[in-house]
């Protein structure tokens, strides 16, 4: 095989529960208590910023108990009082139901069984005989109140003019806007460069927007007697992250969609960004993931699975009475004994380049991303239920990093980032996979993160929590502890790996790898191959000459400096969300065509294609 382009990971962005991940706050919130006390003031001004508090370093505890796991707060809905329809069937035995109404409510078909008497110009009787169901709007106690919502007091749709978007599509535009500033380089001077078609933009959710704005919108209008608009349908949509990117932010022609892929969504999307670059078919790779699924409709599905941490089980747990209070800060307990995951929003991004771009442009390299692996579980009883796919995607992603570096650091410098949702299915077949995988790959001592019980679970982008928090591990050199837990289960496998309740430094220029695991509903798995930007140097410093690479960290320079006045601005609350709404639209006069190569607004896109079949040109 022939030299392929690397593809490194530039840049990071995003918003979750811990806050913003530009600038490594995110993690830094996590593993707060092993910080330093200088990263922890920046980390509380970066939430500052973002909960609109103009001391944050007075009001230190608010801002650490408004963030991460926690009872659901009112902008989502109030847990105590859910709104719903109690269907209300009346019979009239003998004595007609009778009411005076308004004539504009009346239904366009009438019922048989109703007689209608005229009151006014404005207002009729309804005698109703015989049966008659209602529907009575009411409120009940919702069953799971914990969720990881984004810190209290962001609202990503009041930072840019949002017009009625999802809350999902609200949260990519300030994502995506975090990662194209965190990359410290202009993206017209990318634009100029790379040519059109050679930008990929790869990111979507793996439920769609499900909120009032979106899909929720369109199914139940009607239901409630309001009006369907002309944009609940094209706003539900499951890859529209990438067209809002492409639309609005990037203004990109090139390759697009979302691979959706249950909980394993944003590894699917790196897959594509992955294989784009080794293969040239792309110099630049945009990936992400949204979602916004605190909602009741959607968690009540999830609770109805037997899938979510209710109330009344994790009482159960800990041995509660009925009336007794619950620190939901706990509610996801990974590799514990447990009763369910918990719901999360979250929108995570990051920029692939391929390594010679990377080294032109002095694009700061926060690691690399070789390989996703992607495979399913053959027969299933069950279909939310994990399969046997996760050996083989886990195997695979093994195998590739003992293939690029030896077996020596793949069993003494890497970390695996377990899906960890806080199941008792779960903490049963992910240890075993990790237990087996790392025993016939040598490993010894693997050391093992879980961080959905900081995060919760925020389903297609789960893995994208993943992904970025690694970056950032690096960066700290902390491995948060599964700090939510007293002890393991007694059902989970421990050989060749290493738990730990603490947070556990260490030292990243001996980091060589992670593992990034993933395992969604309906069999998708996914594992990904990462390399430390340690490693990553030194495979690079192996690929260019001593020039070449001085010339690199030369242009590095200003991109860091650029990279750290994005995270000040953010901080100062001077960064605005990338939102070009009507500009630079191209129509049909913006393009040219040749034979050979066509340009369309200026930027070429290449016609002169090769015959990949050439042994079997006529």
Sequence with gaps: MGRQRLPVIVSLGGFSGAGRTSGHHGVARMAYGAMARPTQERTL??????????????????????????????????????????????????????????????????????????????????????????????????????ACQLPTGYEPGKLYASRSHPRGLQMTVCAASDTLGYLGIDWETIRQKVPADQISVYAGSAMGQLDNFGAGGLLKSRYIGKRVTSKYCPLSLVEMPSDFINGYILGTMGSTGATAGACASFLYNMKNGIADIRAGRARVAFVGAAEAP?????????????????????????????GAELDYRRACRPFSNNCGFTIAESAQMIILMDDELAMELGATIFGAAPEVFVNADGFKKSISGPGVGNYITMGRA???????????LLRHGGMVQAHGTGTPQNRV?????????????????????????????????ASGDQVTATLSMWAHGVLPGITTIEELAADVSTEHLAFSREHRHFDPEQSAYAIINSKGFGGNNASATMLSPAITRRMLQQRYSAEEWRNYEAANEKVREAQHDHDEGMIAGTREPVYHFDYGVLLDGDVDLGPRQMSVGGLPVNLDLPNPFDDMKL
């Design 398 to 408: 093994l195998a590739a990093t003992r293939a690029m570096l030896g077996e020596d």
């Design 429 to 461: 077949t992910e240890s075993e996979i990790m237990s087996r995988v790392a025993g016939a790959f040598g490993i010894e001592q693997w050391p093992v993160t879980a961080l959905k019980c900081y995060l919760g679970h925020s389903l297609g982008a």
């Design 294 to 322: 605190i909602h009741p409709e959607v968690m009540e599905g999830y609770y109805a699975m037997g899938a979510l941490a209710s109330d009344k089980e994790l009482r159960a747990l800990d041995g509660l009475d009925a």
């Design 45 to 146: 001004s970066a939430l500052g910023a973002m909960m609109g508090i103009a001391d944050p370093l007075d009001r230190e505890q608010y801002i650490l108990d408004h963030t991460l796991i926690r009872r659901i707060e009112s902008q989502h809905f109030d847990v105590d009082a859910v709104l719903w329809n109690q269907r209300f069937p009346t019979e009239s035995n003998g004595h007609p139901v009778t009411f005076d109404i308004e004539r504009r409510h009346l239904p366009d078909d009438i019922p048989p069984n109703w007689k209608i008497t005229p009151t006014s110009v404005t207002h009729v009787n309804v005698n109703i005989q015989g049966q008659q169901e209602f529907l009575l709007p009411t409120e009940r106690e919702f069953e799971v109140k914990a």
